[in-house]
């Protein structure tokens, strides 16, 4: 009782009688303090955009849009990801509460509501403000870029897939069984002739009742038609080059993590990240529904384009964007290719060259215009083909073999089945000239430098972004939602990038620009 008796009287001394010191956050803050450094960058930046999505009319922001703009990039430097997160840094930590300008803390509705919809069409030019300010500051140029991509999991339910070959199996039974039971071949003769049959079909239903065949018919082929849509509407989500996506995220492709909790390579719902770096920081990055790497990088390229309004001379990346395709379209545009071979690696190996039947192990006699196997026969030209793409012409050639009976390296040379048909190779002359001018490159004392530096740069961001700031999951579905994330994220990078070089007096440093060759 006593014990109680006290308390109260504190509790009622601590209400009424406590002195409050209220601290002066500049106090507390160092002139080299991270927020200090990040707050005066962004104030550079132009945030007309920002400003025009908030309407004139209505109730006033609880907080500035560009403070609003800053506490969230703020925030992603900091790892701080989550809106409840952000509201209680804002709440708690000083550096927030100075970054506020001394205003009310925003609650996570207000960060929710910002970071999805009203920063949306802003956040993109402010990025690529930030990246062209750091051009100015000398910390960028547009000498090399090192393009890398990255997989990163959906918000999205793991097991709310849809297949493209389940769908267009069960399009195809749909079809099967419409045609057989009415004859038609399209969805709108279907529609049609079902809408034409209601009026003369007097419909049942409830407990007791007792519905005719034609009524039965027709329910049976309206389900018909229903599923019939709903699976052309699936493959239209899934477009041309995917082949699953999520429910509950229709721009989410399943693939294979490397990071994966379980350890066993389950597919997860998850977009292909693309970052472009230069000068080790985040010039670039873009979301793809690709599993693959080698049809992002002329889309990715062409928007650095547009964004930076220069293009960039070398282009370094690994194996998984090799295509001629890709080739081309640097040729076209003067820019120089580090694109390692898909092979490179192989070819080193006792195992590569030992497959004779590759035309890489074969000899070329140029007189005759053949190839020489591992058994000395010759295998002839037969057919030619020339093709323009983007104004470049494409050859490729076949050469057939003038006879493989009786040879003893048939099985190791041939795959086909008919132990008669002789070996057939296809020479890609366009694709290996370009690969061998891009293995030139990748081996020169310049290529050696910058495939280094790619490793360290691009790998070791992807590294950052993951491990130091924790970033392995997206927060919101959809990619329009997860681009606004991705560029918060890759604002954050720059602006803590920037401080440890300046703390570091790095800044102004350039690796591309060693060991010029």
């Avoid at 205003?103 to 956040?123: I, L, M, Q």
Wanted: aromatic share 10%.
């Amino acid at each position: 009782m006593k014990n109680s008796e006290t308390q109260r009287q504190y509790n009622v001394s601590e209400e009424n009688n406590q002195l409050v010191i209220i601290l002066n956050s500049e106090i507390r803050l160092p002139k080299d303090a991270p927020v200090r450094v990040t707050s005066a960058q962004l104030e550079e930046l132009d945030y007309r955009k920002l400003y025009a999505a908030y309407s004139s009319r209505g109730r006033k922001s609880v907080a500035d849009p560009r403070v609003l703009f800053k506490v969230m990039a703020y925030g992603y430097q900091c790892g701080i990801y989550s809106s409840r997160k952000l509201e209680e840094a804002c709440k708690y930590r000083v550096d927030f509460m100075w970054l506020l300008e001394n205003g009310k803390a925003p609650d996570h509705a207000t960060f929710s509501r910002f970071r999805t919809g009203r920063c949306a069409e802003a956040v993109e030019d402010l990025f690529y403000q930030y990246v062209a300010y750091l051009g100015k500051q000398g910390e960028t140029d547009h000498k090399s870029v090192f393009v890398d991509g990255t997989k990163l999991e959906s918000r999205a339910g793991r097991y709310t897939f849809t297949w493209r070959g389940t769908v267009e199996k069960n399009l195809e039974k749909v079809k099967q069984a419409v045609l057989e039971e009415t004859g038609h071949t399209t969805r709108e003769h279907l529609e049609e002739s079902l809408l034409n049959t209601k009026e003369s079909i007097e419909f049942v239903y409830g407990k007791g009742k007792r519905k005719t065949e034609q009524q039965r018919r027709w329910e049976r082929l309206d389900n018909l038609c229903q599923r019939w849509k709903l699976y052309e509407q699936q493959l239209e989500i899934m477009g041309e080059g995917r082949n699953s996506y999520s429910k509950t995220d229709t721009d989410a492709t399943f693939m294979r993590m490397k990071e994966d909790h379980m350890r066993n390579g389950q597919l997860k719902p998850g977009y292909n990240v693309q970052i472009a770096v230069n000068s080790e920081y985040i010039t670039g990055i873009e979301a793809f529904s690709n599993r693959t790497d080698v049809g992002t990088l002329i889309p990715f390229l062409r928007k650095l384009e547009r964004e930076h309004r220069k293009r960039y001379e070398e282009v370094t990346a690994d194996a998984g964007y090799e295509s001629l395709d890709n080739y081309l379209y640097l040729e076209a545009n003067g820019q120089l290719s580090y694109i390692k071979p898909t092979n490179y690696e192989a070819q080193k190996t006792k195992k590569f060259r030992s497959q004779i039947g590759r035309i890489e192990n074969m000899a070329y006699n140029q007189e005759d215009d053949c190839f020489i196997c591992a058994e000395g026969r010759r295998l002839y030209c037969r057919k030619v083909s020339t093709e323009m793409k983007d104004g470049i012409p494409v050859t490729r050639a076949w050469y057939r073999c003038e006879s493989c009976q009786n040879c003893p390296q048939r099985e190791r040379c041939c795959r086909k089945q008919d132990i008669n048909a002789p070996k057939e190779v296809i020479w890609k002359e366009t694709f290996w000239e370009k690969r061998r001018n891009s293995l030139e490159n990748i081996t020169s004392e310049r290529g050696i430098h910058l495939r280094m530096n790619r490793s360290i740069q691009v790998e070791g961001a992807f590294g950052l972004l993951k491990n130091d700031f924790g970033f392995r999951r997206f927060l919101t579905t959809g990619k329009r939602n997860i681009r606004i994330e991705l560029l918060f994220l890759a604002l954050g990078f720059n602006l803590k990038k920037r401080w440890m070089k300046q703390q570091k007096s790095r800044l102004e440093t350039h690796y591309s620009k060693k060991k010029v060759s």
